[in-house]
């Protein structure tokens, strides 16, 4: 990207970071190592990563809670680095809520609007509570809701105190099972209603992918890949990234330009490359085919996930996995021989 090129998409970007860093204390490792990205005004971005990669420290950096040891934070190409949090215009969404248990729902939103005239908050504050489907429960208090809805109200609240950004930690790790699907679900398109951008912060790579237009996934404090969830899940940039999205086999192969020689055949390359590569191919990219060769892989489990069923194979005492639609059933013990469907991503950053 030229010059040009990239002050034209700062000016555009709602959020700009540039190596943003957090050394907790003297002699400790950094807990955020130059962390760098931007986010477009109406994007969602999650930033995920396994417990203690630094993604909660980067979401209190940006909201203005922990003090950056180096790097800056723009908004609107304005240095917001060294602001106090209530001057960034940055809504944050904390784990536990942390409503008023004191306020019925209705005050605990006007509590956020006191930036508007008194008369107005009331009906302001119902138009929120709607938009969360909540208006039935105006009068009552934190208490007397469901976690969800709970949930719910945090999310009206921060919203009626109009931010440019809405920061969530963990939006969804205190709801079960289905309501977390549903809420998840309910409150993306909330967000892309108003337009709001938003960044969260999650361990879950399912519901950074369903949820997010953008993952950046992060490990050991370093932000490794930041791209749309099609993208980091298909063209993962190292094996660590790869692992992390769902299951996967990684093969060692030797590139020969659009093909690479591999432990199980040849296999076309989505991005032509040359010499030693290593490859990711997803389990849903590998073909089985009922074999009588005892050469061939083996079954050695099978998993019915309703849907599919999720093999582990193996051969030459290397095993692999692999996703079948259910109705393709293979016994455990039998024999099958094991082909790549698809193209396989080559790993940039093999050594990583
Ligand atoms: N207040 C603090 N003082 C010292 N070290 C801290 C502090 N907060 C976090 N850390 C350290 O910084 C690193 C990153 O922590 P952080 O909470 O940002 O990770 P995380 O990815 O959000 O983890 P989790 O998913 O478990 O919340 C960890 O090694 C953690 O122990």
Redesign the pocket.
Known sequence: MNSMHKVAADQQALMAVEGLSKR??EG?DL?VEQVSFQLYTGEILALL?P???????TLRMLAGFEHPTAGQIYLHRRDVTELPPQKRNIGIVFQDYALFPHMSLLRNVTFAMRHLPKSQQQDKAMQWLELVGLTDYAKRYPHELSGGQQQRVALARTLAAEPELVLLDEPFSNLDAALRESTRKEMRSLFKEAGTSVIL?T?DQAEAMTFADKVGVMQKGRLIQMDTPQQVYQHPANAFVAKFLGHTNLLPGRALGGFAETPLGNINLHTASEGDVQLSLRPEDLELTASDNPQAARVVDREFRGHDYLYVLEQDGVQYCAITPSHNYFEVGSHVTLASARQASVLPSAGL
């Open positions: 907790y204390q400790n807990a990563g417990s203690g990669c630094g993604k909660t420290t912060v361990h």
